[in-house]
Nanobody, 118 residues
């Protein structure tokens, strides 16, 4: 079982640039793909950004150019740098890990709230 622990959420002013972190309990290179998803009440969880063990990144169209996913293998941590935040970015942000092999496993963090408001 892999534990994912997010940090870095909170109240942010519009235009702010917080950085979320997701610490994994195992080497992140053993996880095929890690990423960030977000969810607001009444809406399905949506992908924000992902990064594969090979370093390939993918972003939701609405986040391209504003958000950047990165990782630090030495710290087993994945980051989400968010820039130019808007009130509609308010959500619970979840870290996700996908491990594939003979069996596929998905892991989720507990989520961290990001509220964009003045």
């Amino acid at each position: 079982q892999v534990q994912l622990v997010e940090a870095g959420g909170g109240l942010v002013q519009p235009g702010g640039s917080p950085k979320l972190s997701c610490a994994a309990s195992t080497t992140i290179f053993s996880i095929y793909r890690m990423g960030w998803y977000r969810q607001t009440p009444g809406k399905p969880r949506e992908m924000v950004a992902t990064i594969t063990s090979g370093g390939n990144t993918n972003y939701a169209d609405s986040m391209k150019g504003r958000f950047t996913i990165s990782r630090d293998g030495a710290k087993n941590t994945v980051y989400l740098q968010m820039n130019s935040l808007k009130p509609e970015d308010t959500a619970v942000y979840y870290c996700h890990g996908l491990r594939i092999g003979s069996t596929t496993y998905e892991y989720w963090g507990q989520g961290t709230h990001v509220t964009v408001s003045s």
